[in-house]
């Protein structure tokens, strides 16, 4: 089963949030829990945990791109 | 945007924060984690702790630094003690921190509520220990009575920034009278520890922050806690400097040096974050 990845919202406020950088790389294995992405936030940068464990088949956004909160920004192929 | 320096780097698990926010959604409860946009949400809420923000979330005062949002207040929830000690209970805490907006439009600033709190928690979880984040209540003693004979383990009161930039950081409040707050505590009642704590980045030099650490020793503050201010959007004050870990491990060794009971001192240390470990520290040294 493939599962849509959402940019999240962190804040009450955040519209939309900058991606700092993809912690892994199409066709590698991502594990629940591991750190798929990093955002950079007003305040910090946060590390988001995937909340799937398979393969990280596509990515939509670079790095430094600015993406609007829920916007779909990846697939993981969960099979 | 200034670029953020590896070390203010946090975890976000959505999952551990969805969960807390239904838990306050359904008990109709704030927490001054969200309000203030607090980078150690995702790791206090994946450990299912939470500061919560009782009197609503529209604070009275609007300080520079401050994400919590300002103006029209709403009613004060006379269901929101028992509903705070309901989530402590929920979320099996043993430390609980209480903190809330400033309501100078209250006749008692909100001290009252305060005590109601504090008593529907222990009421319903009796062993676990309490800690207020209190305002200054305009320094009136007889609200400070109020949650004082509610018997909080810690009462906190943060002064926030050193004397030198209140017009700036702080432009509705007073050093001295943040000062005198905490030293009535003490006087009052000298079982009750006494914790403060500033930002540090905005400007300020070593020397200043070690005036407040004097300042605060001399009114009896037994804990004091130093974090890095965070700009929460461009409105807001400007950060003047990321100050370095080692720094911050330096303002811990001489606090303590100085005398406090246990100093926490790191780019992220909030006033609540780890407040638990701060008075069990203190405490395995002996020195409660």
Redesign the interface.
Known sequence: MKKNIQMPKLSEQMESGVLASWNKEVGEVVEKGEVLFEIEMDKVVSEVESMESGVLEAVFFEEGDEIKADEIIAVINCD | ?KK?PEW????????AVEEVNRLMAKLKLNTVC?EA?C?NL?ECYKKKTATFMILGRTCTRNCRFCNVTSGAVEPVDPKEPQHLAEAVKELDLNHVVITSVTRDDLKDGGAGHFADTIRAVRELNPGVSIEVLIPDLQGVQRDLDRIIAANPDVINHNVETVRELYSVVRPEADYDRSMAVLEYVKKQAPHIKTKTGIMVGLGETDEQVYQVMDDSLKVGCDIFTIGQY?????QHLEVKAYVIPEKFAQYKKIGEAKGFHYVASSP?VRSSYRAEEALKEGKNNDLY
Do not use: F, H, I, T
């Not at chain 2, 203010?8 to 999952?15: E, H």
């Open positions: 945007m953020k203010l780097k946090v975890s976000y698990n959505k999952a969200k946009n980078p995702g965070l700009q929460p959007s461009p992220l």
